[in-house]
């Protein structure tokens, strides 16, 4: 039976989120194997995916921060706000000043209301809306509010008439690099498209504890529970007796201030606990009595 923990894969192109999930079932050998977050075929980097009871802790690392590298080519709008859909419009962007570059891409930090693209896996009246644009049809999806933390232009270059931009950000979920790169390119009237995603990290978990499939394959790779717990939460020790109550998902008489993870004497994770009502209640219990 797998080890119940996560693992952290750095995602190759080509692959869809699913593809990889089937492999790590291959590799783990369990059936049971989910994902926090998907990322598109062209993406490379972080994705988070839970073995055996590790699968129920996903739900509560879903709203965490997450960080990419992206390049976005200025001068060439396509379909999908990316390098695979196809080119609806082409402008000369040889012109464009670099300082205004900058500016453009300043004004995609904070909280913003942006509109998804529109091959996005949103669903609209219970299809999702990438089905409906293959389907032939208009998608129009309500802006969000998203919050980008931090965005930094690293590199800004001459690609022939287009103009290539290396960027790094720092985004709550939710966000769509391609609509940045959407907004940007439509802000300077040259239009923009994604050409190069890579997602460097998922809140705690980061390109350095990431394996790639052939290591995974190599030696299992799964990030125990306990360690995925610690890394995400804040951890509350307990002694045998508290231990004991969370088994069968008592509440406790401790003090926390946010949602945490609680240890057994000998280190093993049994919940997420939260602060409620004066005391700390049960969430997640991830062991039986």
């Known amino acids: 039976m797998a080890e119940p923990g996560l693992v952290v894969v750095d995602k190759p192109g080509g692959m869809t989120s699913h593809d990889v999930v089937s492999r790590v079932r291959r590799i783990v050998g369990t059936r049971k194997v989910g994902h926090a977050g998907t990322l598109d075929p062209m993406a490379t980097g972080v994705l988070v995916l839970g073995v055996d009871r590790a699968t129920r802790l996903l739900g509560h ?103 290539d931009v290396d960027v790094e950000l720092r985004c709550t979920s939710g966000t769509y690099v391609r609509a ?7 802000a300077l009237g040259v239009g923009g498209h994604l050409t190069a995603l890579r997602r460097t990290a998922v809140g705690p978990y ?5 394996r790639t499939l052939e290591q995974l394959a190599e030696d299992g790779g799964v990030l125990p529970i306990a360690t995925a717990a610690r890394a995400a939460f804040p951890a509350v020790d307990l002694d045998e007796d508290a231990a004991r109550d969370v088994r069968v998902g008592r509440p406790l008489g401790i003090e926390i201030d946010a949602l945490s993870g609680v240890f057994a004497p000998d280190g093993e994770f049994l919940a997420l606990y939260e602060p409620r009502e004066g005391r700390a209640r049960p969430v997640a219990v991830f062991v039986g009595s």
């Open 61 to 163: 690392l879903m709203l965490t921060d997450k960080a990419y590298a992206a390049t976005v080519r200025l001068g060439v709008a396509t379909t999908t706000d990316d390098a695979e859909g196809e080119v609806v419009s082409t402008a000369s962007a040889a012109g464009l000043d670099e300082a205004a570059v900058h500016a453009a891409f300043a004004t995609q930090v904070g909280d913003l209301l942006q509109v998804p693209t529109a091959v996005s896996a949103i669903k609209v009246d219970g299809k999702r809306a990438y089905q409906r644009v293959r389907d032939g049809e208009q998608v129009e999806l309500a802006a969000r509010p998203v919050t980008v933390h931090a965005l930094d232009v690293l590199d800004v270059r001459a690609a022939g008439e287009c103009v």
């Open 180 to 186: 940045i790169a959407r907004d940007v390119g439509a």
């Open 206 to 210: 980061d390109l350095r504890v990431a």
